[in-house]
């Protein structure tokens, strides 16, 4: 299986030039993709959908067991209140989980961020998501090698919009 950066790996430089967590947050306080990135003119749309409006994404169906979900062409669940832990045990299985299973700390991270959503109507920062849990960048990274929003945020049944 081809590696993919992620967006955590994005972040190594800045932990070469000893910018830890908290200095990241400081420094970019509404969150790497809507801060770091915007600010170079980058966005996720643009870096990981191919350019294509993310309106104009496709939709196709994935079959779980007996139910289906509605997810875009790169496997973000198209409504999140479709999502249960079928499918994100589905997802976790076909990302980079070792073993494709989820422990318990990732089910505690998935359940925040779905909460956080719910409360707030939006996804947490990574690092938000890092403070919760008292964990470094490479910690999150070990779990969901697959980065926080193609791992987390993909399995958690959510999606940038």
């Not at 790497?32 to 994404?57: D, F, W």
């Not at 169906?61 to 875009?72: G, L, R, S």
């Not at 990302?95 to 494709?100: K, M």
């Not at 403070?131 to 958690?156: Q, T, V, W």
Request: charged share 30%; glycine share 6%.
């Amino acid at each position: 299986m081809r590696r993919r950066a992620s967006v955590l790996s994005y972040i190594k430089p800045a932990e070469k030039n000893n910018l830890r967590l908290k200095d990241l947050s400081q420094l970019f306080p509404s969150g790497y993709q809507r801060g770091a990135c915007k600010l170079a003119g980058l966005s996720y749309r643009q870096t990981n959908l191919g350019r294509i409006p993310y309106e104009e994404v496709e939709e196709e169906e994935v079959h779980v067991e007996e139910k289906t979900y509605v997810i875009d062409v790169h496997g973000f669940l198209m409504n999140p209140d479709d999502w249960d832990e079928d499918f994100a045990s589905h997802r976790a299985m076909e990302s980079q989980i070792p073993d494709g299973k989820l422990t318990d700390q990732h089910w505690r991270i998935i359940r925040f961020v779905r909460a956080y959503f719910r409360e707030f109507g939006g996804i947490p920062t990574v690092y938000r998501t890092c403070e919760e849990f008292n964990l470094e960048f490479d910690e999150l990274e070990s779990l969901f090698p697959d980065g926080y929003h193609r791992g987390i945020i993909k399995i958690a049944g959510l999606r940038l919009v």
